[in-house]
């Protein structure tokens, strides 16, 4: 079963705390990189945060800090631990797998990944 699930969104004051989840089938989470992207009202979907089979991460300049990339093998979950939220974080969130890229990431571009969840809607208020 090719699936990406995301859950853990919701509406937070600014500087609190969220963690999402990711909930990846066998062979969605069997793939060489996990990643996260957001996209807010009126702009383009970015990447956010990925981390590969071996857990090298890789994080936009924006979220350095303060967001933190993990994934649970046992549980084929993938995880985003957001802290210090501000404003400008409010998006949709969604996970994503990019399957073939010899154990490594590619880079955060959306393009590259090749499965997508549904998203979850991440609110910060200021």
């Known amino acids: 079963q090719v699936q990406l699930v995301e859950s853990g969104g919701g509406s937070v004051q600014t500087g609190g705390s969220l963690r999402l989840s990711c909930e990846a089938s066998k062979y969605t989470y069997s793939g060489d990189c996990m990643g996260w992207f957001r996209q807010a009202p009126g702009k383009e979907r970015e990447g956010v945060a990925n981390?590969?089979?071996?857990?090298?991460?890789s994080y936009a300049d924006s979220v350095k800090g303060r967001f933190t990339i993990s994934r649970d093998n046992a549980r084929n979950t993938l995880y985003l631990q957001m802290n210090s939220l501000k404003a400008e974080d409010t998006a949709m969130y969604y996970c994503?797998?990019?399957?073939?890229?010899?154990?490594?990431?590619?880079?955060?571009?959306?393009?590259?990944?090749?499965?997508w969840g549904q998203g979850t809607q991440v609110t910060v208020s200021s």
């Open positions: 994503a797998a990019a399957m073939l890229w010899g154990g490594y990431c590619p880079d955060r571009t959306p393009t590259s990944f090749d499965y």
């Open positions: 981390i590969d089979s071996n857990g090298r991460t």
